[in-house]
């Protein structure tokens, strides 16, 4: 799950997957600015094929937050999901 969410934040932000770690959030990586920030959030909806709420854009400031949102999801299958990188 953490090398998934790693590869989609790096794909969007345009940065390669060694530059987003658990500190990576919308306030300290380069990039992640609020039109990525968007571009993300919907990306997560789809995944999760939900409308993007409140809540979710708020929880899809880090890339911890991120990881919890998309594990708390029950059978979620991220297998035919990918990523560029």
């Known amino acids: 799950m953490?090398?998934?969410?790693?590869?989609?934040?790096?794909?969007?932000?345009?940065?390669?997957?060694?530059?987003?770690?658990?500190?990576?959030?919308?306030?300290s990586t380069p990039g992640w600015d609020s039109f990525a920030h968007a571009e993300l959030c919907q990306r997560i909806g789809d995944i999760l094929d939900q409308e993007v709420s409140d809540e979710l854009v708020e929880q899809c400031t880090t890339l911890p937050g991120i990881i919890l949102l998309l594990a708390a999801r029950e059978n979620l299958d991220l297998s035919n999901l990918t990523t560029s990188e």
């Open 2 to 27: 953490e090398e998934f969410v790693r590869g989609l934040v790096a794909e969007i932000l345009d940065l390669e997957k060694a530059n987003i770690d658990n500190e990576s959030s919308i306030t």
